[in-house]
T-cell receptor, first 110, second 116 residues
Framework: KQEVTQIPAALSVPEGENLVLNCSFTDSAIYNLQWFRQDPGKGLTSLLLIQSSQREQTSGRLNASLDKSSGRSTLYIAASQPGDSATYLCAVGSGSRLTFGEGTQLTVNP | NAGVMQNPRHLVRRRGQEARLRCSPMKGHSHVYWYRQLPEEGLKFMVYLQKENIIDESGMPKERFSAEFPKEGPSILRIQQVVRGDSAAYFC??????????????FGAGSRLTVL
């Protein structure tokens, strides 16, 4: 059974800081890994998708890496902004489903 | 392309009533997933369907919950005889290839069920 863990559970940083969110998973037999953003009371927005054969993906100020053998992924956010405040979810595609972590609640203070 | 459409966005039911949640996948998508997010918890997989077939329902509670994805029309998640513990946000996602493909899963905005 795939299990996904995200650390830290919550993070508060001043505006402009670079930060790293961590995700680990127990079963390395994955197809892909996705990072999502969820705003309070809203749905999920896909940020980045990394296929199992890839090492990283970049989109703007976001960079996600994947180390399948060690069961880890990181989401790097450069020059954080107050608008980045949200819950960030890591999800691993394996078997027939995406398995989600509990999320990291990020607050960027102006 | 309107994305994944879920309705209703908010639904209030009294204990013992039935709740029906609908999900229209993105155009061209034939794979539909339902997830539940309880208050202060993560998203938990419920069921994976393709047109007219349930592929994986291992996350569905054994009683009162059912799902379908007919040949025509939206996918339906049905909860019979609701209880307060069913209060949650229910999210639907769709994809063109399933999780093993290169495409992201696209999520709807969710349906928030409140049981009084």
């Amino acid at each position: 059974k795939q299990e996904v863990t995200q650390i830290p559970a919550a993070l508060s940083v001043p505006e402009g800081e670079n930060l790293v969110l961590n995700c680990s998973f127990t079963d390395s037999a994955i197809y892909n890994l996705q990072w999502f953003r969820q705003d309070p009371g809203k749905g999920l927005t896909s940020l980045l998708l990394i296929q199992s054969s890839q090492r990283e993906q970049t989109s703007g100020r976001l960079n996600a890496s994947l180390d399948k053998s060690s069961g880890r992924s990181t989401l790097y956010i450069a020059a954080s902004q107050p608008g980045d405040s949200a819950t960030y979810l890591c999800a691993v595609g394996s078997g027939s489903r995406l398995t989600f972590g509990e999320g990291t609640q990020l607050t960027v203070n102006p | 392309n309107a994305g994944v459409m879920q309705n209703p966005r908010h639904l209030v039911r009294r204990r013992g009533q039935e709740a029906r949640l609908r999900c229209s996948p993105m155009k061209g998508h034939s794979h539909v997933y339902w997830y539940r997010q309880l208050p202060e918890e993560g998203l938990k997989f419920m069921v994976y369907l393709q047109k007219e077939n349930i592929i994986d329902e291992s996350g569905m509670p054994k009683e009162r919950f059912s799902a379908e994805f007919p040949k025509e029309g939206p996918s339906i998640l049905r909860i019979q005889q609701v209880v307060r513990g069913d209060s949650a946000a229910y999210f639907c996602a769709s994809s063109g290839q399933g999780v093993s493909g290169a495409n992201v899963l696209t999520f709807g905005a969710g349906s928030r069920l409140t049981v009084l």
